[in-house]
C-alpha cells in the first residue's frame, strides 16, 4: 500500500517535463525534492507512476531522478548526479536503471562522475546480463574507461551470453581475452550452456573459437550428451563430429565399464537393447529412454563415480546410475538429498516402470 505524501508533486512534475532545468534548480535549493531525516540526506519518492499490470492499475511512487530518467530528461537527471542526491555506490539498482533506460548518454556520465561496478565474476555478470537487452557498440569505449578485470572475471558473462544466445556479447568477451573455456559455478561452459539450451548455431561460434567439446559438468554432461537429451540430432551429429576420438573409441568405453563392474547383459542390452522403455500402465512415469553403450556418462555424486543411465524421460528428470561398489542401480534425488539403492539389473529391467515409478516418490526396500 503507497505511503500517504503530505507535498503536491505537481510542480516538480510539471518541471521535469517541461525539461525546465533551472525550475529544478530552484526546487533543489528549497529543499522541494528532498527527503531529509538525521544526517541522511536522499530525493523525495514522492512524485506518483501509474502502470498497469495484469490488468490492474497500480501506482508507484518515484524520485525526481526516476521520473526524469523515464522521460529522457537527460540534463535534470546529470543536475541530480552533479548534486550527490544519486547512489552510486557498488550494488546500488542505480546505474542498472539507467541500463535498462537505453539511456547511453547518461551511463557514460555517471561512470565518469564515479558509479561503481562490483569487480568480481558477479558484478561483471551482472553488468553485461544489463546490457544484454540494450546492446550497442557505443557502450564498448565507456566499459573500456571503467577499467573492469573483465579478462579474469568475466567467465560468468560469457556463459550467459551462450545460455541467452548472444553472439554479439560472446564476441565481445572472447576479444577482450574471456576464455572460451571458463567455468560457472555449476561447472558448465559456454560451450555446454548453449548445447543444453539447444543454441546450434552458438555452439559452431564457440566450437570455432576453440570450445573444449570434452569438458563436462558435475552430472558427467559434456555437449554432445546435452544435444543428445534435447533430441537435436544435427547438432549432436556435428559435436560428435567435433570432439576428441576416445569419445568414439568402444575400446575406451569397454575399459569404462570394465571399471565399474557392469554386468555383460547390461552392457550388452545397452548395446543391443530397446533403450526407450515404456510403462503406460504405471501411474506416475509413463517411459524412460536409457542412454545407448557408447554415450553413458561417468558422473560423480557426493564423492562417488557413477555410470548416468538415463538420457531421457516423461516430465521427471530422473537420475538413475549404476553403483560399481553395490553393482546395482541407485536413484539421485540432488534437491532432496536422496541416494538410494533401487534394485540389481537385472531385476530393473525386467520390470523398469515398477522402480522408476517407486524411486520418483522414494520407495525403496
Known sequence: MAKKRNQDPSEI???????????????WEAGSLLYRKGKTVSLRENIPQTYVYNGEEHTLYVDAF??????RQTEIA??????????????????????????????????????????NEKGIERLFRSLMDVWDEAYFPIIEKMNLPIKECGGSALCSAAFYNHKELAEYLLSVGVSVNCRENNDDTPVLCAAKKNHFEMVQFLVEHGADL?????????????AKKNNNAEMAAYIKAHEPAEFCNEEVQDKIFEDYHVPKDMATYLKNGNLKL???????LHWIKLYSYMDVPEITYRGKKLLSLVEDSEDYGVLLVWEPQSKKIWFIDPEHEVFHAVSTWMEFIKNAGYYTNRAIIHEFD
Do not use: W
Open 13 to 27: 512534475i510539471n518541471a521535469i517535463l517541461a525539461g525546465d532545468l533551472e525550475k529544478v534548480k530552484s526546487l
Open 214 to 226: 570434452s569438458l563436462k559438468d558435475k552430472e558427467g554432461i559434456r555437449p554432445y550428451i546435452a
Open 78 to 119: 546529470k543536475f541530480l548526479v552533479d548534486c550527490n542526491a544519486v547512489d552510486m555506490r557498488l550494488g546500488a539498482n542505480t546505474l542498472f536503471m539507467v541500463i535498462h533506460s537505453k539511456n547511453i548518454e547518461l551511463f557514460s556520465y555517471m561512470i565518469e562522475k564515479g558509479a561503481q561496478i562490483e569487480e
Open 66 to 71: 526516476r521520473f526524469a530518467l523515464s522521460n
Open 278 to 284: 515404456e510403462f503406460p500402465k504405471e501411474e506416475r
